[in-house]
């Protein structure tokens, strides 16, 4: 199996930066693909973003488009968020999902397995 833990999280103010990180361990040979999700209370889980973990995809929610970077280092089986320009509506919970699916999944479905989640919270 694959097992995810995020990292990074925290307070941050609003305009600033926040690098978030995944480990993967276990059988990650099996990741495809990998993604970032959120959820706010009393929000739906939302997608982030994604990445084939080939590097040669991307994928991004339109609300943050041009301000988070996903990539990921294979070697060190990692996988990061890099937040910038944070606005106080991207607070949320923070998971980071692996699938078998080939692509960038946009879709909760679409990953076999989860992180526990990190909190990011943006103060205005």
């Known amino acids: 199996q694959v097992q995810l833990a995020e990292s990074g999280g925290g307070l941050v103010q609003s305009g600033g930066s926040l690098r978030l990180s995944c480990a993967a361990s276990?059988?990650?040979?099996?990741?495809?693909?990998m993604g970032w999700f959120r959820q706010a209370p009393g929000k739906e889980r939302e997608f982030v973003a994604a990445i084939n973990w080939l590097g040669t995809s991307t994928s991004y929610s339109d609300s943050v488009k041009g301000r988070f970077i996903i990539s990921r280092n294979n070697a060190k089986n990692t996988l990061y968020l890099e937040m910038n320009s944070l606005k106080p509506e991207d607070t949320a919970v923070y998971s980071c999902a692996a699938s078998r699916t080939g692509g960038t999944p946009n879709t909760s479905p679409l990953y076999e397995y989860w992180g526990q989640g990190t909190q990011v919270t943006v103060s205005s």
């Open positions: 276990g059988r990650t040979f099996t990741i495809i693909a």
